[in-house]
C-alpha cells in the first residue's frame, strides 16, 4: 500500500507573468513530509493529457521573486500540475487554476491592439521600483519596458484571444480558493504591495501589526469582487504608515486579510 507522506502542496500561481509566453508558477512547499524536489507537469487539454515539463534541482519551492518557467504557445490554456516528491518517491500533488498564454495582451481583454500598445508606450523605459512602473506594461517581466514588450505588442498584433473580457475571466481567472501572498518588494522601504486571491466576493481588510501584536494600520481595501488582486495595479498598496500617518519603524510586521471567513497572516520586513 504506497503512504503518501506529503500534504498537498499549496500552489500559486503568478498570474502577473501569464501575458507573455513565459508562464510563471510558485507554489508553497507542503504542509506535511518534506519535499526532496518538485515535479511539474502541464495540460493544454483541461487535464486529460499532461506533459513533463522539468523537475526543480532540489527540495527549494520556487518564490514569487524566483519562480519555476514554462514556455506558453500563444493562445493555449493551461493547466499546471506540481508534484512534491519525497526522498522515497512518494508524491502528492496540486494542479493550479487554467491560465490562458496570451502574449502580447497588456491589458488583458482578450484582444492585442492600441490600448496595449498605449499601455507599453505610456510606462516606456520605467523600471521595476520606479512609481510609475506598471508590470502590465512590462510583458515579458524583465523590469523594464522597452522593446522588447513593444515586439512583443507588434508581434502578436490583432491577435484574438477571446472575446467579451468580463465572461471570459470570470471562467478563466477565479482562483478555487482564497490565498494571501508574499508582500514585494520584501524588505520593504518603505511602501509594498500585498498580493492576494479570493474565490467569492467579501469586503476586504488588511491589518498590519507590529512584534508586540499592536495594530500598526488598517488597509480597508472595499468590497471586492473574486479574482487575482496580484499586480502592482491591483494589489493591496501600503505606503509604510502606520494609522497616525508616520512612517513606521524597520523590523518585522504581521499583516492579517480579512475577507468573508477568510483569514490568513504572513510576515513581512520593512528595512531602512
Ligand atoms: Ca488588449
Ligand atoms: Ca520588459
Redesign the pocket.
Known amino acids: 500500500m504506497l503512504i503518501l507522506l506529503l500534504a498537498l502542496p499549496a500552489i500559486t500561481h503568478a498570474l502577473l507573468t501569464d501575458n507573455d509566453l513565459k508562464l510563471e508558477y510558485y507554489w508553497a512547499p507542503p504542509a506535511i513530509g518534506i519535499a526532496h524536489h518538485y515535479e511539474v507537469q502541464t495540460s493544454t487539454d483541461n487535464g486529460v493529457s499532461w506533459t513533463n515539463v522539468g523537475n526543480t534541482p532540489n527540495s527549494s519551492a520556487p518564490t514569487f521573486d524566483n519562480p519555476f518557467p514554462i514556455t506558453g504557445i500563444a493562445g493555449k490554456t493551461y493547466l499546471v500540475k506540481v508534484f512534491a516528491v519525497d526522498a522515497n518517491n512518494n508524491k502528492a500533488s496540486a494542479t493550479s487554476d487554467p491560465v490562458m498564454c496570451t502574449p502580447?495582451?497588456?491589458?488583458?481583454?482578450?484582444?492585442?491592439?492600441l490600448?496595449?500598445f498605449t499601455l507599453v508606450s505610456r510606462h516606456w523605459l520605467r523600471s521595476y521600483g520606479d512609481p510609475s512602473y506598471n508590470l502590465s506594461a512590462d510583458l515579458n517581466d524583465d523590469g523594464v519596458v522597452n522593446i522588447d514588450d513593444l515586439t512583443l505588442v507588434t508581434l502578436y498584433w490583432g491577435r484574438v484571444y477571446y472575446n467579451g473580457a468580463p465572461d471570459r475571466q470570470n471562467t478563466i481567472f477565479v482562483p478555487n480558493q482564497p490565498q494571501l501572498g508574499q508582500n514585494f518588494p520584501n524588505p520593504s522601504n518603505p511602501e509594498t504591495w500585498i498580493p492576494y486571491q479570493i474565490s467569492r466576493e467579501a469586503q476586504v481588510t488588511i491589518e498590519i501589526y507590529n512584534t508586540n501584536g499592536q495594530i500598526v494600520r488598517i488597509l480597508n481595501l472595499g468590497f471586492k469582487p473574486a479574482g487575482y488582486y496580484v499586480t502592482l495595479n491591483n494589489a493591496a498598496y501600503w505606503d509604510g504608515k502606520n494609522e497616525a500617518g508616520e512612517e513606521t519603524s524597520s523590523g518585522v510586521y504581521l499583516y492579517v486579510i480579512s475577507a468573508g471567513d477568510f483569514h490568513a497572516a504572513r510576515k513581512m520586513i520593512v528595512l531602512k
Open positions: 502580447g495582451d497588456a491589458n488583458r481583454d482578450g484582444q492585442v491592439e490600448t496595449d
